[in-house]
Nanobody
Framework: QVQLVESGGGLVQPGESLRLSCIASGSISYLSGMAWYRQAPGKERELVARIDVNSKAEYAETVQGRFIISRNNDKNLIDIQMNSLKPDDAGVYFC???????????????WGQGTQVTVSS
């Protein structure tokens, strides 16, 4: 069984920083692209940043220059460093990964349970 577990959410004031982590565990044969999404109340889930196996990263325009996504392939881990946080950055942040589990021939989409980020003064 494969699972993604996020950590690091919390309450911060505008302008502060927060770091989220996500670890993939279980019977993983191959871990492909990973990403962070977020969902604010009443809004659709949106892509924040994604990173491929070679650590090539892409960012949403709204976080470009403020967020940094990184990856550790040895630990099946991704982090996202979120700087200069704004109230609009608040929401539940979800980790996503494309994984081929052991014994499977195809990749599947996996999601973490989400971690809450609140940005408020």
């Amino acid at each position: 069984q494969v699972q993604l577990v996020e950590s690091g959410g919390g309450l911060v004031q505008p302008g502060e920083s927060l770091r989220l982590s996500c670890i993939a565990s279980g019977s993983i044969s191959y871990l492909s692209g990973m990403a962070w999404y977020r969902q604010a109340p009443g809004k659709e889930r949106e892509l924040v940043a994604r990173i491929d196996v070679n650590s090539k990263a892409e960012y949403a325009e709204t976080v470009q220059g403020r967020f940094i996504i990184s990856r550790n392939n040895d630990k099946n881990l991704i982090d996202i460093q979120m700087n200069s946080l704004k109230p609009d950055d608040a929401g539940v942040y979800f980790c996503h990964a494309r994984i081929r589990a052991e014994g499977d021939l195809k990749y599947e989409d996996y999601w973490g349970q989400g971690t809450q980020v609140t940005v408020s003064s």
